[in-house]
């Protein structure tokens, strides 16, 4: 009986290895896989560029080097880099100045990041363009302190250097040990780093408490540039990079996106184009404001600082979504002018459809008329030009994507 158990188990194990196909899981994706199950972030997608819409063109000189970003209690906050005073600056939605809080047991020996929790906000004084710092930390402020009426308040100090570094010999802009951006996350500050020679990032982690500590490396990812600002999603799926290469000015944001345990690296990685250092200035400070929506702000170089922002959902597929309970399918594959929708397992309803490129681009919208009673509904295509598309059905709270393909 134990070797007939055994046997079972065994034949029922290879039968769950067997069903789990991994690949590209992404519909948005140029080598998405229908039939993959586990996604191993081979993930690649065509170029794809956002517009920025500019909220203020102009902010204060005061903030003139604005380096992060984040929004809490109904102001963006920000500080300026290194050579400033240690003041955290609050904006309203325009940009426009509305406080100013002075942390005075601490310098400004090179602010370049701001991030929060639910009780601190957490201030990265670890720039380090020559990789020579051995006095880098995270500034801790409590929220409550920023209710007082005074303008004046404390930080607590956590110290770190990086795993990894032995050598501490100057070298600007020629090291792998600069850093900029950095979020926390379940009590844990998540750093990557600006790294000058080789156009990785590199990923630490510490504690998010007061001490001395080693910042332990994670991964590291090819960006092609160099890392100037972080944060992460209000849901804790999407982390988002952003930054610039030195060499030709591109500036871009890196979306980081269904990736398990903490291995951000490990999941799709899409890159977003987001203008030039020369008509955008060279963006630094980064946060989400609601669901979707990023802002973004740049320190004075070749134009003015700025305060501007993006929408990036059509960027991302929600892959815990897909394929929930509703069942659809589209054919012919590939489609002609007509593209024909059958679909089982749904409220009889009329839902919210769209069609976009695979850069992201809205292309279409249209509703689907899942009331029929043989399951089917019928969608006119022929204004839409040849190619690969991406079909998103919007369901309550669940959306489904399908790829699609017009040949004629």
Request: with cysteine; glycine share 6%.
């Amino acid at each position: 009986m134990k070797i007939l158990f055994l046997a079972i188990s065994f034949i029922l194990c290879q039968h769950k290895l067997v069903s789990q196909i991994t690949g590209c899981t992404d519909p948005q994706a140029s080598n998405y896989n229908a039939s993959a199950t586990i996604n191993d972030g081979s993930c690649q997608y065509a170029v794809s560029s956002a517009n920025l819409i500019v909220v203020n063109p102009k902010l204060s000189d005061s903030i003139s080097e604005t380096s992060g970003l984040i929004w809490y209690n109904n102001l963006f906050y920000t500080i300026n880099d290194s050579g400033n005073e240690p003041i955290i600056f609050g904006l309203n939605q325009k940009g426009i100045i509305k406080s100013k809080i002075r942390v005075k047991n601490v310098l400004n020996t090179d602010w370049e990041e701001i991030t929060q929790d639910s009780l601190f906000i957490y201030v990265g004084d670890f720039g380090n363009n020559d990789g020579s710092r051995k006095d880098l930390k995270v500034l801790r402020i409590n929220k409550a302190e920023l209710k007082d009426s005074s303008n004046y308040i404390d930080a607590e100090t956590i110290n770190f250097s990086l795993q990894g570094q032995i050598d501490f010999t100057s070298a600007p802009q020629k090291n792998h040990y600069d850093m900029e951006a950095f979020f926390v996350l379940n009590d844990t500050l998540h750093l990557f780093s600006k790294d000058w020679v080789d156009l990785k990032t590199r990923h630490y982690t510490l504690p998010a408490t007061p001490g001395t500590y080693v910042a332990l490396l994670k991964d590291s990812m090819p960006v092609k540039g160099l890392i100037t600002g972080a944060c992460v999603s209000a849901n804790k799926k999407t982390v988002v990079l952003t930054g610039y290469n030195s060499s030709n000015g591109a500036c871009f944001l890196w979306l980081l996106f269904d990736y398990k345990n903490g291995s951000y690296f490990n999941g799709n990685k899409r890159r977003i184009e987001i203008g030039n250092v020369l008509n955008f200035g060279q963006n630094e400070g980064i946060c989400y404001k609601g669901k979707d929506t990023l802002f973004l702000t740049n320190e004075k170089k070749l134009t003015a600082p700025s305060l501007r922002k993006t929408i990036i959902n059509n960027y991302l597929t929600e892959i815990n979504r897909i394929d929930n309970v509703a069942e659809f399918k589209c054919y012919p594959q590939p489609a002609g002018n007509f593209l024909e929708i059958s679909f089982s397992n749904i409220k009889p309803e009329k839902y919210n459809a769209e069609i976009i490129s695979l850069d992201g681009k809205f292309i279409h919208s249209f509703i689907l008329d899942c009331t029929s009673v043989n399951g089917k509904s019928l969608t006119d295509i022929s204004f839409i030009m040849n190619g690969s598309y991406i079909l998103k059905l919007k369901l309550n709270n669940e959306i489904i994507s399908r790829k699609i393909i017009i040949q004629r």
